[in-house]
């Protein structure tokens, strides 16, 4: 899944959802306590939807969150090591004349 299939699976979700409310004739209460299983089963199948993305987009977010505190723990301990004076290592590739 990538985030336009989320963004379309959070959009429909919503619609699915609120289609009952918006059209409640078209969902006659015909259930023996006043409800419709068309607009439970819409109802219900919009919020999975809904869930799907949200949690697409969470683990999304999540992902991109400790990638930034991954960074900044690195510029901060690379900080605290100048601050010592103590040696860095070296990184690959390093132009080491350069002065």
Known sequence: MNSL???????????????????PGRFPANGIDGSNAQALWLQLMGSVLV??????????????????????????????AQDQGAMLPVERGANLLRG
Not at 14 to 23: E, G, N, V
Not at 55 to 78: D, S, T, Y
Request: glycine share 6%; no cysteine; hydrophobic share 65%.
């Open 5 to 23: 299939n989320a963004a379309f699976f959070f959009l429909t979700g919503t619609i699915m959802h609120l289609f009952p409310l918006a059209l």
């Open 51 to 80: 869930g799907v993305a949200a949690f697409f987009f969470a683990a999304r977010f999540r992902v991109i969150l400790q990638l930034q505190m991954e960074a900044f723990r690195g510029v901060r301990a690379r900080r605290a």
